[in-house]
């Protein structure tokens, strides 16, 4: 007997799934207060986009290096408890820069080196849980809650990305940096909190078998679909990185200060979670595939959309139609990911969908970066959103083989 699906307000209330969706949500939007504090510090000491953007490089190279070690861990050992550890270490790390930022103040740093360093080690943090947190979704909910498990998932980042800037960029203003470090710092506790609350179920995962990060690349090798939908991932973080790498240039030239660039950001989530309420409608009508493809092109016309903006309005008008199509491609391609993906490999293959869609940006941030000092920051965002257009057109490509 098949179970009936439940709707998203018992999935939210649910004495699992709940604790764990809400603990993510602040956590995601501690990592907001964060994410802008850093980046306008250090664009206010350097004046250089690049070195926003290595701030960027710093916290995301981890999950470039570490992923798949994380992943091999994460299908050895219980789930829960490296997740815990991971938000440990990204609360440490968060919680030293606002201490040494909060005795000495931004002046009295030495330069942008504590802010890199910190950003280093919350990325480490950041490395070890996310495959951890996307494996140990399933053992949350029951089989045929599992796709809108993922969607909510994704909803909390991007809420996140909706709510966190603004409050971050308002907190930067009104009590400096080290106290939206210090927020950030709280947050990973706060999911701490709630994973000590809750008690997933019991997800068999053999003992036998090859428990080595090879087995999961010969997986994607041989399953064109997983691979494809990777592909459609990395591109997701490449065509999303001007939001994070170059909204305090984009806010100068847009003759705006430090506010505007969390409203950048705010904008970009705010098209994102206004379109979570869209996408169960749409997935029905139009399928999982042509959901993620839409979202691909969504995200990519944002951009451009963004890039032609003659004023402010407008710019937050196609931010959010970029983060509409980010949220769409994001619940779609990794839906249909996890649907596919064996149990005893999730770890793993998650650790590969954490490198397509976050050690993507480590390269995007410096290429961002260069050309926006090099050239324009227009020019940047234009040759970001080509990336998510091209691999549209590839995975539409093969549709018909493929997806």
């Given at each position: 007997m098949i179970s009936t699906p439940r709707g998203a307000p018992r999935l939210l209330t649910d004495r699992t799934f709940g604790p764990y969706f809400f603990g993510n949500l602040v956590s995601n939007c501690g990592t907001w207060f964060q994410n802008v504090a850093a980046a306008v510090v250090v664009f206010n000491l350097t004046g250089s986009a690049v070195l926003v953007g290595a701030v960027s490089v710093a916290q995301m190279l981890p999950s470039l290096l570490l992923s798949l070690?994380?992943?091999?861990?994460?299908?050895?050992?219980?789930?829960?408890?490296?997740?815990?550890s991971g938000q440990l270490l990204s609360a440490s790390a968060s919680g030293c820069l606002a201490v040494w930022t909060g005795l000495v103040g931004?002046?009295?740093?030495?330069?942008?080196w504590p802010v890199l360093g910190a950003s280093l080690v919350l990325g480490v943090g950041i490395a070890f849980s996310i495959p951890a947190m996307q494996a140990l979704v399933p053992a949350l909910v029951p089989p045929e809650d599992l796709d809108l498990a993922i969607a909510?998932?994704?909803?909390?980042?991007?809420?996140?990305?909706?709510?966190?800037?603004?409050?971050?960029?308002?907190?930067?203003?009104a009590f400096g940096p080290a106290a939206a470090f210090a927020v950030n710092a709280a947050s990973f506790l706060v999911l701490v909190a709630m994973l000590?609350?809750?008690t997933p179920r019991a997800v068999e995962r053999s003992t036998g078998g090859d428990r080595s990060v090879r087995a999961s690349l010969s997986y994607v090798r041989a399953d064109r679909t997983s691979l494809m939908l990777l592909v459609g991932v990395a591109a997701l973080g490449f065509g999303a990185d001007p939001v994070y790498t170059l909204t305090p240039p984009l806010a100068?030239?847009?003759?705006?200060?430090?506010?505007?660039?969390?409203?950048?950001?705010?904008?970009?989530?705010?098209?994102?979670v206004l379109s979570a309420l869209l996408v169960g409608r749409l997935r029905r009508r139009c399928g999982q595939r042509s959901l993620g493809l839409a979202g691909l092109v969504g995200l990519g016309g944002g951009m451009l959309g963004l890039v032609a903006s003659p004023n402010q309005t407008a710019a937050l008008v196609f931010l959010g139609v970029g983060g509409a199509g980010y949220l769409f491609a994001t619940t779609?391609?990794?839906?249909?990911?996890q649907q596919r993906v064996p149990e005893d490999l999730r770890g793993r293959v998650m650790a590969l969908w954490t490198i397509a869609l976050l050690g993507s940006r480590p390269v995007a941030a410096l290429i961002d970066g260069a050309l926006a000092d090099l050239t324009s920051v227009r020019v940047a965002i234009v040759f970001a959103a080509i990336v998510p257009l091209v691999s549209a057109a590839i995975v539409w490509r093969d549709a018909l083989r493929v997806l």
């Open positions: 070690p994380a992943g091999v861990l994460t299908d050895r050992v219980d789930r829960r408890k490296l997740l815990l931004v002046e009295g740093l030495p330069g942008i909510l998932n994704s909803v909390t980042f991007n809420a996140a990305r909706a709510v966190g800037p603004a409050l971050g960029a308002a907190t930067l203003v000590l609350a809750v100068e030239a847009f003759g705006g200060g430090d506010r505007l660039v969390g409203l950048l950001v705010s904008a970009f989530g705010s098209g994102a779609a391609l990794t839906t249909l990911l």
